[in-house]
Structure formats: structure tokens, C-alpha cells
């Protein structure tokens, strides 16, 4: 999390200043250029932001491939992230007015398209490395998700053995629930961060109903079990956050490198439709 916060002011945000620097002079060109007709990609300044923007995406890019070489000898880790950031956001300037906000049914707007959304999908990912981290600290709580997997199934086994001194219709609430108990499940389980169907939950609601009409010992074990369930349901909302928390993360890179290849795709036959057709 501190790495991620810390690239956005990296070196005093000298990759924002160039990536504002760059913006602007392209702002700028683009302000003053009178082209024969409507501005477009096929003007000289036309080309000139293409093939900044072009280059831009390329070296983008490459970034996925640095951050797994630490010792190239290239450069910090931090510069190429921070760069990566600010450069990625000013290629949105540089790639619009390089198109002339002429758009189209073609190849050029879907590389566009494309381009769009590889850099807001890298936003989401720079928000959910800065943002979710901290809350998944909070949830643990000092402890981890094997952790808490591990306390919840102790406290299953210690709800089927105070059952078993209770009545059979309660013992078989709880071992029901003891078995169906689950964690995380499909991709769009584990977003949700629920479990509609939760076992334990709709155990713990039948328990306390019946737990009413018990006395005595058979009240008092009710009581003690009853709040070893709602311990367990307790630990489940956090294994379920922490499971939560880990897929809003990961699907960033699940959009994120698909569509960069998409995008370099589009981009060669942008390319290459413009040089050998146009």
C-alpha cells in the first residue's frame, strides 16, 4: 500500500510534471495547427501524436515485463511504476487529439476503444492497490485467512460437541451447518463477499427461536452454543471480506493484461492499415 501511495509523489511527482509537460505541448500544437479541412489523424501533427501515442503504448507496455526484472539495471522499480501512471493518463490527451475526435464503425476507434479502456482499467487497479490493502489489514485483524479458516473449524467442532448434549432436532441444525459451512465458492461469490445461503447464519436464527422455550442446564448449553455461533458467524463475515477484498484486486488484472494484448493487436493493424492502405 505505502509503495503504491508512494509512486504518486515519487521523486517530488517529476513523472507528473513531464506527463503534464507533455500534455500540454500537445494541447498546445493541437490549438494552433490549421490543417486543410478537419483535424484528423493523416495531418502531420496527426502522425506526430500517433506515433508518440504509439510509442507511449509500446513502452506501457514493456512495464509488464520490467516489474518482474528487479536487477535489469535499469532503473528503480518506483520510476518505471510512477512513470507507467502519469505517462498512461497523459496518453489519454495525446491519443484523442491525435485522432481529431473523429471516430467511426473502424479499426482506428476500436484501438482507441481499446486503449481506453487498458488505462481506466489501470486506474481501478492503482485505487485498489492503495485502498484495499488497508482494509484487508483492519479485517485480519493481526491474523491471516488460513488462520481464521482454521478457528472457524474448531468452532464447528466445538458447536457439534455442545450439541450433542442438547436435543437431536438441534444437533442436527448444527452439524448440517457444520458441513455446508463455505468460503469464497465462483468469482462473483467471492465479490459479493456473502453467502445467501449460509448455513451458519440460519442455524444461529433457528437456535436462538428454540433456545426461548429450553430451562435449565439444557438453557444454559443453549446459551453456550449459541454464542459460539455467533462467534463462528462472526469469523465468516471476515474470512468471506478478506476472500472479498482479494478479488476486487485480482480482477483488475483480469481486464487489465487481456485487453493490453487486444490493444497491441489493434494497434499494429491500425498501424499497418495506415501505412499500406491509406
Not at 473502424?106 to 481499446?114: F, P, Q, S, V
Not at 440460519?202 to 428454540?210: D, G, P, V
Not at 443453549?222 to 484486486?249: G, H, P
Request: overall charge positive.
Amino acid at each position: 500500500m505505502a509503495t503504491h501511495e508512494s509512486v504518486l509523489v515519487y521523486r517530488r511527482f517529476r513523472y507528473l510534471k513531464l506527463a503534464s509537460l507533455a500534455a500540454v505541448i500537445a494541447v498546445i500544437a493541437y490549438a494552433v495547427h490549421s490543417p486543410l479541412g478537419m483535424p484528423n489523424g493523416g495531418t502531420w501533427l496527426g502522425y506526430t501524436l500517433g506515433i508518440v501515442g504509439a510509442l507511449l503504448i509500446l513502452w506501457l507496455m514493456y512495464f509488464g515485463i520490467r516489474k518482474r526484472t528487479y536487477a535489469s539495471g535499469t532503473g528503480k522499480l518506483e520510476d518505471w511504476l510512477s512513470a507507467h501512471i502519469y505517462l498512461g493518463v497523459a496518453l489519454i490527451i495525446i491519443a484523442t487529439l491525435h485522432t481529431g475526435f473523429q471516430f467511426g464503425l473502424n479499426i482506428h476507434t476500436l484501438a482507441y476503444t481499446l486503449m481506453m479502456f487498458v488505462i481506466i482499467s489501470g486506474m481501478y487497479g492503482l485505487y485498489a492497490y492503495i485502498r484495499f490493502p488497508r482494509q484487508m489489514t483492519d479485517n485480519q485483524r493481526g491474523v491471516t485467512l488460513e488462520n481464521l479458516m482454521q478457528q472457524i473449524a474448531e468452532l464447528s467442532q466445538e458447536c457439534t460437541d455442545l450439541s450433542m448434549t442438547l436435543s437431536d432436532e438441534i444437533n442436527g441444525i448444527v452439524v448440517e451447518s457444520g458441513r455446508q459451512t463455505s468460503v469464497g465458492g465462483g468469482f462473483i461469490r467471492q465479490l459479493s463477499g456473502r453467502d445467501p445461503n449460509c448455513t451458519t447464519i440460519a442455524a444461529l436464527a433457528r437456535l436462538q427461536t428454540i433456545a426461548t422455550t429450553l430451562q435449565d442446564d439444557h438453557a444454559v448449553q443453549a446459551r453456550r452454543l449459541i454464542s459460539r455461533l455467533s462467534r463462528k458467524v462472526e469469523l465468516l463475515y471476515r474470512a468471506r471480506k478478506d476472500v472479498q477484498l482479494r478479488a476486487l484486486m485480482k480482477i483488475f488484472l483480469f481486464v487489465h493484461v487481456p485487453m493490453s494484448f487486444a490493444l497491441f493487436a489493434a494497434l499494429f493493424s491500425h498501424v499497418f492499415i495506415v501505412f499500406f492502405y491509406w
